[in-house]
């Protein structure tokens, strides 16, 4: 069975600070890696992927995310966080030839000024 | 580009009322369009997938009778919530991909509250 797993509930960071959201999965096959970002009352917004190829990947927004295949890990990292990154944040997979996502329970991240 | 739009972005209605959910992409076609349900501070679960031309597959545990999908064309699905109970109220979400194994993008979202 496919899933995704997000082990911090929240993330507490000061602005200008370094941040880290961290998501593993466990799949059958080749994974394709997203992240998305949720505002308030909102859809989900793509942030980045991770298809093959160069292990560390920029989005937007400044935030980048690497991939580990041998710790089946694809953790959300920005240098610099800003109080505006304060969010909802989901780590998505899909498998190879499948068009179904499984999501992660999300991280709520909070940036304090 | 790739942007997905929902209408409406949020109704009210009585207990045993149906309600229509559209769910557009904008700037793009798109074969495959999914319909979630999120409860609040919780994670999105998948309803169903929404097929252009051909039946929905739903999940498991999610009843087809009670939300009807309709992928009339490439650009519109629409989700019914019919007979809808106070229990169905909830914040639902589209997305659709340009290609069906692609990024999916995801609409702004319709909170329905049933009253």
């Known amino acids: 069975a496919q899933s995704v797993a997000q082990p911090e509930d929240q993330v507490n960071v000061a602005e200008g600070n370094p941040l880290t959201v961290k998501c593993t999965y466990s799949?059958?096959?080749?994974?394709?890696l997203f992240w998305y970002v949720q505002y308030p009352n909102r859809g989900l917004q793509f942030l980045l992927k991770?298809?093959?190829?160069?292990?560390l990947v920029k989005g937007s927004y400044g935030f980048e995310a690497e991939f580990n295949k041998s710790q089946t890990s694809f953790h959300l990292k920005k240098p610099s966080a800003l109080v505006s990154d304060s969010a909802l944040y989901f780590c998505?997979?899909?498998?190879?030839?499948?068009?179904?996502?499984?999501f992660g329970s999300g991280t709520k991240l909070n940036v304090k000024p | 580009g790739a942007v997905v739009s929902q209408h409406p972005s949020w109704v009210i209605c009585k207990s045993g009322t149906s309600v229509k959910i559209e769910c557009r992409s904008l700037?793009?076609?798109?074969?495959?369009m999914f319909w979630y349900r999120q409860f609040p501070k919780q994670s999105l679960m998948l309803m169903a997938t929404?097929?252009?031309?051909?039946?929905?597959?739903?999940e498991q545990g999610v009843e087809k009778d009670k939300f009807l999908i309709n992928h009339a064309s490439l650009t519109l699905s629409t989700l019914t919530v019919t007979s809808a109970h106070p229990e169905d109220s909830s914040f639902y979400i589209c997305?659709?991909?340009?290609?069906?194994?692609?990024?999916?993008?995801f609409g702004p979202g319709t909170r329905l509250t049933v009253l």
């Open positions: 929404s097929n252009e031309g051909s039946k929905a597959t739903y």
């Open positions: 799949v059958s096959g080749n994974p394709y």
């Open positions: 700037d793009f076609q798109a074969t495959t």
């Open positions: 997305s659709a991909s340009p290609q069906p194994t692609d990024t999916q993008y």
């Open positions: 991770y298809i093959t190829g160069d292990n």
């Open positions: 998505a997979v899909r498998v190879t030839g499948f068009n179904k996502f499984y």
